[in-house]
């Protein structure tokens, strides 16, 4: 299911300015991320894709190789690319999707500094419901109550930079984009914030789930009070969302330290 992009090399910049403490810290916070990904059991084959737009050169994203799956994924191996599909640093080359829609995703939406995209089980299956995904009636829902764009227009796998500026303007001014008939993808400030998204999406779509298969109706919580939860849990969030990433970072400095590598 996934396809090479043949990208370019180019040698504009030498590999000691793409090196810096910051940017050794957005490896190692992203390394971290595929790998508990990989444990918690959100990856797919040698498919989907994280990547962050490299501290100090904005016109500059890290990504993961293609051929690698998230559990093999260590800090050095993530590449830097840019917008117009040159690897810049870093060994073989980016999955074609990845480049196509992580790239335009950066390039269109300043904001997105972090995007993660998988086909994580839960949160896909939604995807592949008609009408709206989630039901509002889960505590952990609610995290997302307002901040997320639905995109009904399934067009294939992105292979083509004008899918990929699609897919960056179907998301608009939202954090989350539930592609229909494909997958959940979470755009951020910061990895940290991409993330715990990315982690609470795929457990308050779990309990839906699991809510729904009962049989029995569900207890949906009124707009207001939606509302109301989603800006109490996004008061602190860039802290919480760190202190969730520093722990991950803890747990596999003990269990699978190469990580950092």
């Known amino acids: 299911m996934a396809h090479a992009f043949e990208a370019p090399r180019s040698s504009a910049a030498p590999a000691a300015a793409l090196d810096s403490p910051a940017i050794r810290e957005a490896r190692l916070d992203l390394a971290a991320c595929f790998r508990m990904a990989a444990r918690l059991g959100l990856a797919e084959g040698i498919c989907n894709h994280f990547s962050v737009v490299l501290p100090g050169h904005p016109e500059l994203f890290l990504v993961n190789p293609y051929g690698l799956a998230f559990a093999e994924v260590t800090a050095s191996s993530l590449l830097i690319c840019d917008f117009d599909g040159h690897v810049r640093f870093g060994q073989g080359r980016p999955e074609a999707t990845a480049f196509y829609i992580h790239a335009q995703l950066h390039r269109l939406n300043p904001r997105a500094t972090a995007a993660f995209h998988t086909h994580m089980p839960n949160a896909t299956a939604l995807c592949m419901l008609e009408g709206q995904p989630f039901a509002w009636a889960g505590q952990t829902a609610l995290k997302f109550f307002g901040r997320i764009a639905v995109d009904e227009d399934y067009n294939g796998l992105a ?16 954090d989350i984009v539930l592609l229909k008939n494909h997958g959940p993808l979470v755009l951020g400030p910061s990895v940290a914030e991409a993330w715990d998204d990315l982690y609470y999406l795929e457990r308050a779509a779990e309990v839906q789930l699991k809510a729904m298969a009962s049989g ?41 330290p190469d990580f950092a590598s």
């Open 159 to 174: 292979l083509d930079n004008a899918e990929g500026e699609r897919i960056a303007r179907a998301a608009g001014d939202k």
């Open 216 to 256: 029995r109706p569900l207890k949906r919580v009124t707009a207001e009070a939606a509302h109301a939860a989603c800006r109490q849990m996004q008061d602190g969030a860039a802290e919480s969302a760190r202190l969730h990433l520093d722990s991950l970072r803890r747990q596999l400095q003990r269990s699978e």
